[in-house]
């Protein structure tokens, strides 16, 4: 098999009325025409066998995690996905895997209607990459940069599961059967918040996905909004399967784990009620876990029960850094 017969087989779908691109797979470019009064949101995410998925991986769950972790980044931007493209290094050509890592892909991608326009294949060892885009009313989207002094800061669901299902597989907890099962789902199969970032993109300030774990995530939203944040420990959500860890890893893994995908973001009082009614009706359980406060060093204070600070020895994960 070639390279055009392997995109031609497997990432090549006949035109269907979701399509909204002018032109798609199989030219030089694709051509793609944006929406009156309304912006093009782009983002870019890279995945490395060993790094960020396990070599082993299931090929289906991975072809849906590939794209998931980015159509995240467009709800953390309020925006509506349109199209992707995909960027596929493979050691060799391996027919089962591709048909399920492209079932799994293109199921998500129907689920979203949003259609693949284009990319590269290569040899070499294996790695995903993804550029998606969408769309977005203009001056709309939520920014990192738009936190403002008095707004609760949220997350759209528990936190913590992901990070559970990575310390069980690398030995640093054994989870019984069951239970690592559930945590698997959680890191194989992120659900994006499309719906809901799209529906709170109007009332929200600032927002974005926490792939690095909250304590780090965070983090990002301080430095561009030039504010500290006050979290209130015992109000983050953990992931039900958090109570099979010792007390030490489940607090890791609730404000330092990645993978988690749920949206974190801030906004004003007034909107707490229509916060709570747009998440009832994505069948999330939006939870306020505390404020932006003014600038502040630390950055980022968390609060025990008593309203003290607490000091934590881990942040969010960095990729460089030195052990």
Known sequence: MTEFDLIAQYFTRPNRPLFKADLGVGDDAALMTVSDGHQLAVSAD????????FADADPERLGHKCLAVNLSDLAAMGAKPTWFTLSLALPEIDANWLAAFSRGMFALADEHQIELVGGDTTR??????IQVAGEVTRGGAMLRSAAQVGDDIWVS??????????????????????????????????????????????IAHAALDISDGLAGDLRHICNRSGCGVQVWLDAVPAASQLKYL??????????????????????????REQIMVSAAQFALNASRIGVVVPQMTPSIQFLNAQLEPVLLSFGGFDHFKVP
């Open 157 to 202: 669901g528990p936190l913590g599961g992901a990070a559970a299902a990575v310390m069980h597989r690398t030995g640093r907890v054994r989870l019984p059967e069951l239970i690592a099962q559930e945590c698997d789902l959680r890191l194989d199969l992120p659900q994006p918040r499309v719906g809901f970032g799209a529906a709170i993109a109007s």
């Open 46 to 53: 890279m995945l490395v066998a060993g790094r960020h998925f």
């Open 246 to 271: 010792p007390a030490d890893l489940a607090l890791e893994a609730k404000l330092a784990g990645g993978d988690d995908y749920e949206l974190c973001f801030t906004a004003p009082v007034a909107a």
């Open 124 to 129: 070499g060892p294996l790695t995903i990459a």
